[in-house]
């Protein structure tokens, strides 16, 4: 992505954290662990 001209990509329901802090470098979003997202399929679905 960065050859894309890319700043910065967001990777979603990482499942271990040290994988992309090694491979790339990647970092944590503070308060990031809360997905805006979360409860839109459950409100789609009642």
């Not at 970092?27 to 997905?35: A, D, F, H, Q, T």
Request: no cysteine; glycine share 14%.
């Amino acid at each position: 992505m960065k050859e894309m001209g890319f700043a910065y990509a967001i990777i979603g329901g990482v499942g271990t954290e040290d994988y992309y802090k090694k491979a790339i470098g990647a970092s944590i979003i503070e308060g990031s662990e809360v997905s805006i997202y979360e409860n839109l399929l459950r409100k789609n679905h009642e």
